[in-house]
């Protein structure tokens, strides 16, 4: 598999991820707050997708280096995911500022990661003109 193949994939996968995580906010608020059986489920989908697509954001931007450099921007990803991940949730809850007691508090994390994936995910696949009309999935 090329290192462009495995890019485009990730980044749909990176997009997906965001797109999961949206529909779990939708999946709690459809049910007045209380939680849905598809929380767990879409959480997990998103969090899974998230992490193994954000290898497509380093290989992305490591795309013409060596293939050592490749392979650990790659690797690394996930991990500066993660770190962005857990730096929204307080940095959402201060500036969305949700009362504590309201469900969305705990959620501020998963929608700014959200929106922060769909949107840079869609935006790389369409720079590297991986989103063409009559182009499917890779």
Known sequence: MTRERWNRIALWL?????IAWGLKLIAIAANGGEGSPLEGILF???LATLLVGSSGIGGTLLLRAARPVYLAGCILSPVAFWFFF???DPVGRSV???????????????LITAVTAAVVGLLLLRRKGNIE????LP
């Open 14 to 18: 990176f997009f997906a991820g965001g």
């Open 96 to 110: 969305l500022s949700p009362p504590e007691d309201h469900w969305f508090y705990d959620e501020t994390g998963i």
């Open 44 to 46: 997990i989908i998103g």
């Open 133 to 136: 009309p009559g182009k499917g």
């Open 86 to 88: 857990t730096f929204m």
